[in-house]
């Protein structure tokens, strides 16, 4: 019924916690699709191990191509009707999938996403993992209130016909769908489909020296911005966009403004 998806690039250090809990869970009808993008390290020695095993599969890119393109190449070799999407440095509650099927086989077919809320946990230098904060996710009414949230949403389960439908991630950003490749789908999936989240605790999320988004502030905040006003001229072009500039180089969006009144569109409470 679902396919873990996990893109796969330098993860020597966590991709056996990854799988290690799926083998973990209380829901067994699944199967997982691994995409490395070129590792350079021991990330596909170390998953040898797993590959005995009929339900998992790897598929290797020759060279790197980015985090949107592994994620279509894994889309296009998925047939079940669910997948849900696990970075290699993260890992699931034993109920997770349990949890998000039983969701998911009794929501409408305009629902493309099913989410929980998270487990941030801190790596400190020796490896060990000390917990941070529980982050919830949320439920939105209409995309402008989605945009305005500057939030994405953990898990990701999707619906496979769907993603499919719309062509999978976008890559036609300046960076090719390297950076902020979740919110970027979301927005596309968020115009014409609908959302459900489940308020348990459903990933654990590792932040540590090495994420990406740590290591590539600027490109991050770049594709961002990028990412932000694509969209609104997609929606319509009715709304220029005002950010917020921290003092980490991340950027956030502060409000909508109204092209034709100048009346600000004011920031949804949640």
Known sequence: MITVLITIYN???????ALDSIYEQTYDNWNVLLVDDASTDSSVKLIQPYLKDPRIELIRHSYNQGQSKSL????????TPFFIQLDADDWFYPNTLEVLM???LNQPKDVALFSGNINIVIEDD??????LLI????????KYEFILANSSAWPRCYRTSILKKIGGWP???????????DLRILLRLIENYRFHWIDKELLYHRRHQNNMTNNNTKETAATLKWIIKNTLKRWGDKYKPNFSYHSDGNISLAGLTLKDQRLPLRKPKF
Do not use: F, Q, W
């Open 126 to 131: 020796t490896g060990k993992t000390v917990p």
């Open 102 to 104: 039983a969701e998911a």
């Open 11 to 17: 993860s020597e250090d966590y991709i056996h916690n």
């Open 72 to 79: 279509n190449t894994g889309l296009k070799n998925i047939d």
């Open 171 to 181: 890559i036609d950003d300046p960076h090719e769908g390297r950076y902020v490749e």
């Open 135 to 142: 982050k919830k996710g949320g439920t939105y009414s209409n």
